[in-house]
């Protein structure tokens, strides 16, 4: 994949588990878009710590203009009673 090119995916995230929106090293993505069916957590995570910045609830997307990484990067919590589809849409920017 090259500079520009689209990043997207959706996933099924079991309950209480995490979905990483995370590049591989040595490459940045600028995420846009984190799609979710019903209520999530959204972190700023460094690998050990995190910093929780949105908790929306029901199903909707969420705007972000955030840059990852493959050490700093976005993960996204089910929160739900049960199995949901979560999903993003980034640009690689490097």
């Known amino acids: 994949m090259a500079v520009g090119d689209a990043v997207v995916n959706n996933s099924s995230v079991a309950t209480t588990a995490f979905l ?3 590049p591989g090293a040595g490459v940045e993505w600028l995420v846009h878009h984190i799609f979710h069916e019903a209520e ?3 972190y700023w995570y460094d690998g050990s710590n995190d910093i929780k910045i949105a908790a929306p609830a029901g199903f909707n997307y969420e705007t972000m203009q955030a840059r990852v990484t493959d050490s700093i990067y976005l ?4 929160i739900n009673g049960s199995t949901k589809r979560i999903g993003y849409n980034a640009v690689i920017t490097k």
């Open 20 to 22: 990483a929106i995370q």
């Open 40 to 42: 999530v957590e959204i």
């Open 75 to 78: 993960r996204v919590k089910n």
